[in-house]
């Protein structure tokens, strides 16, 4: 049986709720692999792998099994089209991806205010929370700082990556020649010592 490779996209009330731990179990229990993250436009992405029946199973649970208060609004699947002899690098157990970054830890730090301020005796010690959020923003433009030259690292990294990847090749063909000569030479060779 032929492995298919499927992007999924969900929307709905599915972040910061046990979404991509109940999906991480789900996938365990029909044997799919792949990754499931948090999306920062508040959709949950997932990269599933598997045999046919057993990704449509895992679907259909996915979207029919959900635990309390989890709903899905829109869930988008597509096919990936790859040949039998590509390697996606998959995992070879379907895997939660964190993605709290600061940005989203900031997002989360909103909703527990607006939660604190629901509770009638924290809100007197709610002021102290906005300096929290502050310092989170320096952190955050930082962390944007960091990540910018960290993309920056990277784009050279690739060139250098590039360059060796050339060098390597030049490399292998100037090594095909020498096994060939060394074949010329050891073919010389043994005529002279039949002489």
């Given at each position: 049986?032929h492995?298919?490779?499927?992007?999924v996209?969900v929307?709905?009330?599915?972040?910061?709720?046990?979404?991509?731990?109940?999906?991480?179990?789900?996938?365990?229990?029909?044997h799919?692999?792949?990754?499931?993250?948090?999306?920062?436009?508040?959709?949950?992405?997932?990269?599933?792998?598997g045999?046919?029946?057993?990704?449509?199973?895992?679907?259909?649970?996915?979207q029919?099994?959900?635990?309390?208060?989890?709903?899905?609004k829109?869930?988008?699947?597509?096919?990936?089209?790859?040949?039998?002899?590509?390697?996606?690098?998959?995992?070879?157990?379907f895997?939660?991806?964190?993605t709290?970054?600061?940005?989203?830890?900031?997002k989360?730090?909103?909703i527990?205010?607006?939660?604190?301020?629901?509770?009638?005796?924290?809100?007197?010690?709610?002021?102290?929370?906005?300096?929290?959020?502050?310092?989170i923003g320096?952190?955050?433009?930082?962390?944007?700082?960091?990540?910018?030259?960290?993309?920056?690292?990277?784009?050279?990294?690739?060139?250098?990556n590039?360059?060796?990847?050339?060098?390597?090749?030049?490399?292998?063909?100037?090594?095909?020649?020498?096994?060939?000569q060394?074949?010329?030479?050891?073919?010389?060779?043994?005529?002279?010592?039949?002489?």
């Amino acid at each position: 049986m032929h492995r298919k490779y499927y992007n999924v996209s969900v929307t709905g009330n599915v972040q910061d709720i046990g979404f991509r731990k109940f999906v991480e179990s789900t996938a365990h229990s029909y044997h799919v692999t792949g990754y499931v993250f948090n999306d920062m436009n508040g959709s949950v992405k997932m990269l599933c792998a598997g045999q046919v029946e057993l990704l449509n199973t895992f679907f259909d649970a996915v979207q029919t099994r959900l635990p309390e208060g989890i709903s899905i609004k829109q869930f988008v699947k597509t096919e990936i089209p790859i040949p039998d002899d590509f390697d996606l690098n998959i995992p070879n157990q379907f895997l939660k991806l964190a993605t709290d970054e600061l940005v989203d830890i900031g997002k989360k730090l909103d909703i527990g205010v607006e939660l604190l301020k629901t509770l009638p005796q924290i809100n007197e010690n709610v002021s102290a929370l906005p300096e929290i959020k502050t310092g989170i923003g320096s952190l955050n433009s930082k962390f944007d700082d960091f990540r910018t030259d960290q993309r920056e690292h990277n784009k050279r990294m690739d060139e250098h990556n590039k360059h060796m990847d050339e060098h390597n090749k030049r490399m292998e063909e100037q090594n095909k020649r020498m096994e060939e000569q060394n074949k010329q030479l050891t073919q010389i060779l043994q005529k002279l010592a039949e002489k």
